[in-house]
Every structure is written in structure tokens, then in C-alpha cells.
């Protein structure tokens, strides 16, 4: 194994520190357990295999950022999230968790980014779910309840949809 900090080179790239470890994991794993690795690896290509577990890729991001939120670390999830927005703006988990960030702290910043999401995914429960709990924020309980009782038809065994449902329906 090599222990040096200079950049190793695959493929004509430069592989950051994070992505050379997971390689050392990697062929480790391949040694400990053959059958394993060849069974998790059996469709991936010599190219997908090495940035799957780079944290600078978008999905790594976004996994990275809601780590940080279970955590309470907001302030390193929403400048991730910013930062996946910047780079893709339509990505919707990062509108969606950015606007439940916001809700905090920036009700307006929480309904602009919530509309923009609810606007790309209509059709999905969360998104949905956190348009409504942002209108709720804003005093605007009929548009809520409303946008809620769409999102508890959306996604109808999601408890924690029917709770906001139910919290706002007691502020009519």
C-alpha cells in the first residue's frame, strides 16, 4: 500500500486523497471476501467503480448534507445543499432539504426554495409535504391544509405527512 500524499493518477486523473483510501478498502475487501466484492462489483466498470464512494460526486453530496441534518449540523448541510444547487439548480432533494433548513431561520428563503421544488415535483409526497409546512409557517393555514391533503393522497402511509396534516387542521 502507499503511504505518500502525491496525487496518484488513474486514467489520466488525479485522484483526491478520499478516493485513493476507499481504494485501499476496496482491494481489501476484494482479498478478505473474493465472493463479495465480485458480486457487488459484477456490472460496474473499472471507471464507476473508483467515484462511487467519492464524496465530491452530487448523490455523495446530497448524502453527506443529510447526514449533517440528522446530526443538527445545519450549517454545513445547507452550504452543501447551496452547493448542489448552484451546480444543478433543478435538483429537488437539495430544494427540498434546503427549504426545511430555511424554515428556521428564513421563512422567505424557505417559500421561495419550497415553491421551486414543488414546482419541479409536484407529484412527490415530501416535496409536497414541505411546500405545505412552509405555508403553515407563513400563517397561510387554507393553502396549507390544502397543499397537505394532497400530499397525505401522494404518499397515504406516511405518518409523519398525516402529523402536519393533522397540525394544521387544528389551526383552521
Not at 70 to 91: F, H, K
Not at 101 to 114: H, K, T
Request: charged letters at 25%; aromatic letters at 6%.
Amino acid at each position: 500500500m502507499r503511504r505518500t500524499n502525491a496525487p496518484m493518477r488513474c486514467s489520466g486523473r488525479t485522484l483526491p486523497p478520499c478516493c485513493r483510501r476507499s481504494s485501499a478498502k476496496r482491494d481489501r475487501a476484494r482479498r478478505s471476501r473474493p465472493s463479495w466484492f465480485s458480486l457487488s462489483t459484477t456490472r460496474a466498470t473499472a471507471t464507476t467503480r473508483r467515484p462511487i464512494v467519492c464524496w465530491r460526486l452530487p448523490m455523495m453530496k446530497l448524502t453527506r448534507a443529510g447526514r449533517y441534518m440528522v446530526l443538527g449540523n445545519n450549517t454545513n448541510a445547507r452550504s452543501i445543499y447551496e452547493g448542489v444547487i448552484q451546480a444543478s439548480p433543478n435538483a429537488v432533494i437539495a430544494l427540498n432539504n434546503l427549504a426545511w433548513i430555511y424554515l428556521d431561520s428564513n421563512l422567505e428563503a424557505a417559500a421561495s426554495v419550497a415553491k421551486r421544488a414543488y414546482d419541479l415535483a409536484g407529484t412527490n409526497g415530501d416535496v409536497v409535504d414541505t411546500y405545505g409546512s412552509v405555508l403553515l409557517q407563513q400563517g397561510k393555514v387554507r393553502e396549507a391544509v390544502a397543499i397537505l391533503e394532497e400530499a397525505v393522497k401522494l404518499a397515504p402511509d406516511n405518518e409523519e405527512i398525516r402529523g402536519h396534516l393533522e397540525t394544521a387542521r387544528t389551526r383552521l
